[in-house]
Each structure stands twice: as structure tokens, then as C-alpha cells.
């Protein structure tokens, strides 16, 4: 009976080319967008899963008065945690961002690199997380001096050589110092945690290796710049370890910041637990659930086609069905028939599919900014869900399509009145609304994505990011021997026809600051305003006119002025929104008045008009200027043509005076714009997935089109004969569809509408949802719509009525 089934369908398969391919087709691609979606979020869950000690590891991060929370702490913290609570079995600290700096294999001829993927860890690194280690004893990194590097840089700067035992040079703000390469391990891409070397935390603890930076030494509980991971006892209730935490900090500190402990879980560090979680986390959990939720509603426009061409094609078989049922077939033997014939459908679909996910890998890869394949799919328990919603979805359509087709009323069918009935017709009707329900809600989240893209991209910063090339400054070298060389490289810089002006400053526009800090009232603050946080930006004299800052009041610092000594400075400038959050009413008036900063008083000299630092995500920061000449960041103002030769004479400058550094640029506005590659991911995964969708849903509707056609052929020859147009013919066919594709949007129009606003609520500056944006989607759909239906339409309208006719 199976071999006999698996016969019949292959030949209805043959036999209805036309719905077959539609039908393959469609299925096929809603299954490849499954998969390829599926493997993004299958990645996304697998992240820092294979650290063993993930279910009892918990990161320590602050929370201030006003809700706001970073994962930076003071380092001290860790041991005093695990001497005074015995719920803390061990812990594990690593620094991301202080340790970068310019690294170079031992030797005169070797070439250094600028590494910003490194940091300095605990001598228990490897043992507290589970990164594999290739080479190397994972306690040799409790000596100082010592360092672990990745495959990856081991092949970068050793090539086929042993590494382990060679040495590496790093120069950064503690000096340059020798390291000993005594280990090699894996850095997998799915860990939240990115060094690609880690060097001993324990070199630090020799005050003679921090070059004066006294903030960084690893007992202070004053200055925050480390990652603290907790390895609690298992059953240990975690909220009430943190609550003991802030009240031995809060115990222990003589500044009242006003700061609490929080212990966030480290399975929720990558994806947060829940929507409203506030805590900082490195992936975005609302995004992966709205890639699985379009993935799961693109296959649901291929079940929808499957179901509607099914049901449609049926009528051709009701005279087979009939027949079946007189000489005694049961329904059980029709549905198992039919339901056969769906598996084989969804079979050589999800093998064209497989065939489709291998030739768009690439493509999608280069979409999301990772590597993956279907062997991801292994890595987490979402591929579990994935086969049941599809095996769900496959027997649906299925069992739907098998039951409808079984219980036709063998009666009605031989009589010829099947076709009479209303129900199957409505149900066509409702799938073709919700395919483009859906089609069209993706399409308005595309446009919508995009103009808040641009409008972020072409808004106003109030700051000149064109033509500004910035070069990083050396590290490499003595200090005395730096401080001349500078001076003679700026000077000669200044000096290129190409050159129109530089600047010199510790952050630029489109980076962080240099830091963060809190500590400054006015005489007329009120208690509790030393905790604001303010943003420091360290400058030269020329960094206002380089990027075009407009000062709104006061003056620009002199040159003498950003040499005196950090300590001694007494000046400072301030932008608008800083003013206003130590409570002037002008700027007139802050320029009057002292303000204090901890026990130093200083003046504002200066008030610059708010510009955005970083991106329109956020809201404009209060930054405090400060002047030094920092050598940092050099931001050159450059004549517009023939770019490449004069980066090339700067780099032969630049290598004149700092031989053993790298020279290392980038230009402004597309340094400042990758500050919206999370945007333009979701443009372009949401366009992809709105023309995926749409070309999905097409496919059904111009097999629905040929179906009405067919069985109007007759009704089309007759009103030829009558005199009626082409034009006219092809109105009357697409009349009925266009009014689907009409309700289709009238639905999707205001729930997209809510679910927008809301997104683009979590933007400090946006656009606003205008009518035009619901024109075009409506448009666009309805254009797409009449191309479909029309080719059917006219080659109907075009057939000699004496074909349609000559059976009567």
C-alpha cells in the first residue's frame, strides 16, 4: 500500500508541474530562512556555555543611585569578598580595555602591532574559566611577567616556531615590560570573554611596574577599572550574598558614592534572563527572539502556500477522491494516502533547502559578522525546538490538507456541485491576508529601521567628523626620548601644504571618553549632586577648532595652559548639558562661578555648544574638558584630494620619529558611524527577511492566480466573445486579490505601528512614524501584487476564446 502511495504521488507531482515547483519552492525557502535564522540564534544561546563553572559563577557589577550599572569594580574587592564570606569559594579578575597597547616579539628587526583584544588576569584564569589550553601549564600564569596567547597570535607572531618560552614586549601606559610567552589556548567565538592574550594581573602587584599609575594597583578599593567574577558554593543564595556585599563596601569606603554590589549571573551575561532585565549583557535578547519569531513566521508563509495550493489543486481530484470512496476507500486510507504525499513534499523541499543554506552561508555570514553552518545547530538545545516547531508546522499543513481533501461528500463530487462550496475559498481568502499581513509588517519594520538609520547618519552632530584623519600616538620608547621626538613630529606635521590644522586630545568623537567621573558641586548644589557622573575628555588648545566646536560662552584654552601639570591645572572647559547638571541657569553664570572637584577648586573658562560625542542612541553626555597635550589621539585636518599619498607621507613621517611603533589611523565619520553597525544588522537582516517573505508569499498568490484562471477559463472566453478588453479582464481577476492584499494591510499597519514606537523608544533621538512610510509599504505591496496576478491575468485575457469554448 505504501509503494502504491509513493506512486500516486509521484505522478500528481509530475503531473501538476506548475503547483508542484510553486509549492517546492516556496516550502524550500521558508525552510532555509529557518535554518540560517536558527543558526544565528542557536549561536547566540550556546555563548560562554562551555565554562563548567558557569552555573556558580557570578560577575560582581555596581548599581548607582539612579539605576545605572557597569561592570567595571574596584580590584580590591575580590579578595576581601572571598576572606570575609565563606560563600565565595574562589574568584577570578581580568582587565579588557587598560592593558592595550603596542606588543613586539623579541628582537631589533621584528614588526610590533597595536593589540586592543588583551588584558591582564589572575594567575587562576584558566583554571576558573574552561578556555582550552593548547600549551603551556595553566598555573604558570600565577608568576609575573608571564603571558598566554591565543593559536591564532602565536601563528601571527612566532609562525610555525614553539612559542612557549619566547618573549613578548608590551608598551602601554605602565611602561614596556617583557613577557614570557608560557602558554597557548583556544579562544572560542562563542565566549563573551575576547583576549587574545592575556598577560599575568600578578606583574602589577610590583608598584615599580605601573610606571606611576597608582589607580591600578590590584589592592585598591578606590579606582574601577577590572572584570570580578565570584565562584559561589552551590545553593548559595545570591541575592542575600549581595546585599552582605554592599553593606561590607559601604562599610569599608570613605566616600559615600552611594554605590550598591550586585551579583549578576553569569549565564545571563551574554543573552539577560528576561526583557526588563537592567543589567549589562553583550548580546541583546529582544533581538534573538525577533529573529526566532521572523523565522518561525517566513516558514509559516510557506505552510500557509502549501495549505492553499493543496486545497485549491484539490478540486481537480475530487472526481479521484469520489471514486475512491464508492468502491471503499476509508477516510483513514485517503488521510494516510495524502498525508504521504505532504511528507514527500516537505522531504524534497527541506533537501532543496539544505542545498539553498549552503549556497546562501556565505552571504548570511557576511550579513550577521560571523562564521557559522548547520554544524552550529548542535551547539545549544534550540535545534530541539527548531525540529519540533517544524515537525509541528510539516504534520499540520499535512494532516489539515489530508482531512480536508478526505471528507469531500462523494455525492456532491460525482454531481459536480463541489466546487459550489464557500468554506474552502475562505480559507484561501484568510491565509492570503495573513501571508501578507505578515509580508507587509516586515517590510514597514525595514523602512522604518532604515530612516531611523539615516537619520542618525545625516542628523547635525554640531561636530566635524569629514576629512579628519586620526593617528594613534607611539607608546614604545622613553619618556624623555617621546617628549622631544613629539614635539619635533607635530611641528613637522603642521608644517605639510596638505595639513590644514591638528589637534591632539585623549578621546575623539565616535570613542568613549577617558573616563567617568563624579565628585563636582557648585556653591549652590544640594546634597547628593557629588554623585552625578560626568564624562572627562582630555584636550589641546586646538581640539575645539579642529572639529568645529562652537563655544557658546568664555574662551578656548591657551597653548600654556595644556602644559602645566595635572595636578596643577586649575581650568576647564564644559559643554551645555554639564552646566545644567551642576545647576547653573547660563553660561554666563558658570563662567562667574568656581566649582569644586573632590578638594580642588577649579574655573570654568569656557562653555561649548552640546554636540554628540557618540551616537544618537543616547543622550548628549555632560563632558568636562581638560587641557593636556595628550599624544593619544593626533587628528589632522586635511586638504580633500589624492588621500592615499599623503596618509603615505604621514606614515613616513610618523616611522621617521617612532621607528618601533606602528602606525595605526582611522578617519572620523567612519569610525563614528560604526557606532551603528547593530543598526544597519537589523536593516539589512530585516530587508532580507521582508523580500524573502514577500517572494514567498508571491509564489503562492500566482499559484492561486493560476488556479482561478483555470477554472474561470470558460467564464474569460465568454466575455471575449461578449467584447470585453484585455484590460478589463485582467481588472476582474485582480479585483478580488487586491482586496486581500488591502485587508492585509489595514492589519499589519497598526500593529507595526505599536511595535515601532516602542522600539524606537530606546532611541534618545528618532524619528517620528510618519503616514508616508505606511503609503509606501501599502504601495509597494499593492505594485507587487498586480506584477503577480498580472502575468496570469493577460495571458488569460490574450488566449483565443474558441479554445476556452470549443469543449461546450
Known amino acids: ?194 583576549l587574545d592574550m592575556v598577560f599575568s594581573l600578578k606583574t602589577l ?55 550598591q554590589f550586585r551579583l549578576q549571573p553569569a549565564v545571563n551575561i ?86 539553498l543554506v549552503y549556497m546562501l552561508q556565505p552571504f548570511f555570514n557576511q550579513l550577521i559578522g560571523k562564521n557559522l553552518s548547520l554544524e552550529i545547530l548542535g551547539s545549544s538545545s534550540v535545534w530541539i525546538i527548531g525540529l519540533s516547531v517544524f515537525l509541528i508546522g510539516m504534520l499540520g499543513s499535512g494532516i489539515y490538507t489530508a482531512y480536508a481533501l478526505s471528507n469531500y461528500n462523494p455525492v456532491k463530487i460525482l454531481k459536480g456541485k463541489l466546487t459550489k462550496t464557500s468554506q474552502g475559498a475562505f480559507l484561501r481568502k484568510s491565509l492570503v491576508v495573513s501571508q501578507f499581513s505578515i509580508s507587509i509588517a516586515l517590510m514597514l519594520v525595514t523602512i522604518v529601521i532604515y530612516s531611523q538609520l539615516k537619520f542618525m547618519q545625516n542628523q547635525n552632530l554640531g561636530v566635524k567628523t569629514s576629512q579628519l584623519l586620526v593617528i594613534r600616538g607611539p607608546e614604545i620608547g622613553s619618556d624623555s626620548t617621546n617628549k622631544i621626538r613629539k614635539a619635533a613630529f607635530w611641528n613637522e606635521i603642521g608644517e605639510q601644504s596638505f595639513v590644514k590644522d591638528y589637534s591632539l586630545s585623549g578621546s575623539v568623537p565616535g570613542n568613549f571618553y577617558n573616563f567617568n567621573t563624579s565628585g563636582f558641586t557648585q556653591p549652590g548644589s544640594k546634597a547628593g549632586d557629588e554623585l552625578a557622573l560626568y564624562a572627562f575628555t582630555i584636550i589641546g588648545d586646538r581640539y575645539l577648532n579642529v572639529y568645529d566646536i562652537k563655544l557658546k560662552a568664555g574662551r578656548n584654552f591657551t597653548p600654556e595652559e595644556t602644559k602645566v601639570e595635572w595636578n596643577q591645572n586649575s581650568k576647564v572647559i564644559m559643554n551645555e548639558t554639564a552646566i545644567r547638571r551642576l545647576g547653573f ?54 586638504t580633500a584630494d589624492n588621500m592615499q599619498e599623503k596618509i603615505a607621507r604621514l606614515e613616513k613621517i610618523y616611522k621617521s620619529y617612532f621607528t618601533d611603533n606602528p602606525f595605526d589611523y582611522f578617519f572620523v565619520d567612519e569610525n563614528f558611524n560604526k557606532q551603528y553597525v547593530s543598526e544597519q544588522q537589523y536593516s539589512h537582516i530585516f530587508t532580507t527577511a521582508s523580500v524573502w517573505a514577500i517572494f514567498i508569499a508571491c509564489l503562492g498568490l500566482f499559484g492561486l492566480a493560476t488556479f482561478t484562471v483555470e477554472n474561470r477559463n470558460k467564464e474569460i ?92
Not at 568656581?594 to 554636540?611: A, F, N, P, S, T
Request: glycine share 6%; with cysteine.
Open 585 to 638: 541657569e547660563s553660561a554666563e553664570d558658570a563662567l562667574k562661578t568656581k566649582i569644586k572637584w573632590d578638594e580642588r577648586y577649579l574655573e570654568i573658562i569656557g562653555v561649548v555648544k552640546d554636540y554628540h560625542h557618540t551616537g544618537l542612541q543616547k543622550a548628549i553626555d555632560p563632558i568636562i574638558f581638560y587641557p593636556q597635550n595628550s599624544s593619544q589621539y593626533i587628528t589632522i585636518s586635511l
Open 1 to 194: 500500500m505504501i509503494r502504491n502511495y509513493l506512486k500516486i504521488a509521484f505522478r500528481n507531482l509530475i503531473r501538476n508541474k506548475v503547483y508542484s515547483t510553486i509549492n517546492i519552492a516556496g516550502l524550500a525557502m521558508g525552510i532555509a530562512a529557518f535554518l540560517l535564522i536558527l543558526e544565528y540564534v542557536s549561536f547566540e544561546k550556546s555563548v560562554n556555555q562551555f565554562h563548567t563553572n558557569l552555573p556558580e559563577m557570578y560577575r560582581l557589577i555596581n548599581l548607582d543611585a539612579k539605576g545605572n550599572t557597569w561592570a567595571e569594580v574596584e580590584p580590591g574587592w575580590a579578595p576581601r569578598a572571598k576572606q570575609n564570606f565563606n560563600e565565595v569559594k574562589d574568584y577570578c579578575r581580568f582587565s579588557d580595555d587598560v592593558a592595550k597597547g603596542i606588543v613586539k616579539r623579541e628582537g631589533n628587526n621584528s614588526e610590533s602591532f597595536r593589540e586592543n583584544n588583551i588584558g591582564y588576569a589572575d594567575g587562576n584564569f584558566f583554571s576558573f574559566f574552561s578556555f582550552p589550553v593548547i600549551k603551556g601549564n595553566k598555573s604558570s600564569l600565577n608568576q609575573p611577567k608571564t603571558v598566554f596567547i591565543t593559536d591564532k597570535i602565536a601563528a601571527k607572531y612566532f609562525g610555525k616556531t614553539d612559542p612557549i618560552g619566547k618573549i613578548l614586549t608590551l608598551s602601554n601606559q605602565f611602561g614596556t615590560l617583557s613577557y614570557s610567552v608560557e602558554g597557548v589556548y583556544n579562544a572560542p567565538e562563542n565566549s563573551d570573554i575576547n
Open 717 to 808: 472566453g465568454i466575455r471575449k466573445v461578449l467584447g470585453a478588453s484585455v484590460v478589463s479582464i485582467v481588472g476582474l481577476l485582480s479585483k478580488d486579490f487586491l482586496l486581500l492584499i488591502v485587508i492585509a494591510i489595514v492589519i499589519a499597519s497598526p500593529l507595526t505601528y505599536y511595535f515601532m514606537q516602542k522600539w524606537l523608544s530606546e532611541f534618545a533621538y528618532r524619528i517620528n512614524i510618519s503616514w508616508w512610510i505606511f503609503a509606501v509599504a501599502a504601495g509597494l505591496s499593492l505594485l507587487i501584487a498586480v506584477l503577480t496576478i498580472m502575468f496570469q491575468g493577460i495571458k488569460a485575457a490574450l488566449i483565443n476564446p474558441v479554445k476556452s469554448l470549443k469543449s461546450e
Open 205 to 259: 602587584e610590583n608598584p615599580a611596574n605601573l610606571n606611576g599609575n597608582d589607580w591600578a594597583a590590584v589592592n585598591n578599593i578606590d579606582d574601577q577599572y577590572i572584570n570580578t567574577f565570584l565562584l559561589l558554593d552551590k545553593g548559595t543564595n545570591y541575592k542575600s550574598l549581595e546585599s552582605k556585599l554592599s553593606t561590607y563596601r559601604n562599610a569599608q569606603k570613605t566616600d559615600k558614592d552611594g554605590v
Open 270 to 355: 551574554h543573552l539577560a534572563e528576561k526583557f526588563s532585565d537592567t543589567y549589562q549583557t553583550s548580546g541583546n535578547v529582544k533581538y534573538v527572539y525577533t529573529l526566532g519569531a521572523i523565522a518561525f513566521l517566513i516558514l509559516l508563509i510557506a505552510w500557509f502556500n502549501y495549505i492553499n495550493l493543496s486545497t485549491a489543486n484539490s478540486l481537480k481530484r475530487a472526481s479521484e477522491v469520489g471514486v475512491r470512496k464508492v468502491i471503499g476507500a476509508t477516510p483513514g486510507n485517503l488521510i494516510g494516502q495524502f498525508l504521504g504525499e505532504s511528507a514527500l513534499m516537505n522531504l524534497l523541499s527541506f533537501s532543496v533547502a539544505i542545498l
